[in-house]
């Protein structure tokens, strides 16, 4: 299931679009203003960032040039009243995806979600394998082939494999890892994380098999093949 971050201020457009994505079975989390998107779009996991360009704050422009420093492949589609060339040419230069102009049809603002989604499955020759050296991954069956050896993962632990594959090189902090695998409210212990990430090294411990490294005082990051 993709994960939303919607940056909109307007509370009724806000509310609208959220419901139309909840509808789609979208996970829908949204900000109203452009230092409180920014903040998570770093601190946690999303799979596209809408983002409006006249937000407080920050506006868009801004908070895509903050984030582009730091998270080069979130999908950002820029959905905003100003309609101007310069400001499209802008947007896009800065780092944006696709740009849809309000007023929209709620078909076109779906169509270019699930765009952006197979786009970043398109990485991968088959959308629901992930693959890093000689690991390879389904999404779908939780089918986990390490150096050739077909493995069942139980699913807390394919979870976590799958967001380490989704984002190579990129540092996960041990908050955003336990939000996404247990929610905000789960009443889960510090040490149930590092007991899964120690499963997965074990099982990633082969000659050209990335590795989950400790980023000390941060979280944990895939550590790719040369």
């Known amino acids: 299931m993709a994960r939303i971050l919607l940056v909109e201020d307007d509370e009724l457009l806000g509310k609208a679009v959220e419901k139309l994505l909840l509808e789609e079975n979208y996970q829908v989390v949204r900000a109203t203003d452009g230092e409180m998107g920014l903040d998570l779009a770093e601190q946690e996991l999303f799979d596209i960032l809408i983002l409006d360009l006249m937000i407080p704050t920050l506006d868009g422009f801004a908070v895509l040039k903050e984030l582009r420093k730091h998270k080069k492949r979130l999908p950002v589609l820029i959905l905003t009243a100003r309609d101007n060339i310069?400001?499209?040419?802008?947007?896009?230069?800065l780092g944006a995806d696709d740009y849809l102009v309000k007023p929209f049809a709620t078909t076109e603002l779906l169509a270019r979600v699930r765009a952006l989604l197979r786009r970043l499955g398109a990485e991968f020759e088959d959308p629901n394998l992930l693959a890093a050296g000689s690991l390879q991954f389904n999404k779908l069956t939780?089918?986990?082939?390490?150096?050739?050896?077909?493995?069942?993962?139980?699913?807390?632990?394919?979870?976590?494999?799958?967001?380490?594959?989704?984002?190579?090189?990129?540092?996960?902090?041990?908050?955003?890892l336990m939000n996404r695998l247990w929610g905000y409210e789960a009443d889960v212990l510090e040490n149930t994380l590092e007991t899964y990430i120690s499963k997965l090294r074990k099982r990633m411990d082969c000659e050209e098999c990335p590795t989950i490294i400790t980023v000390r005082g941060l979280g944990y990051r895939l550590q790719m093949n040369a």
């Open 86 to 93: 310069e400001d499209r040419v802008r947007g896009l230069d």
């Open 142 to 176: 939780r089918e986990c082939k390490i150096a050739g050896e077909l493995q069942i993962l139980p699913p807390k632990e394919a979870e976590l494999l799958e967001l380490f594959l989704l984002h190579p090189k990129q540092v996960l902090t041990r908050e955003q």
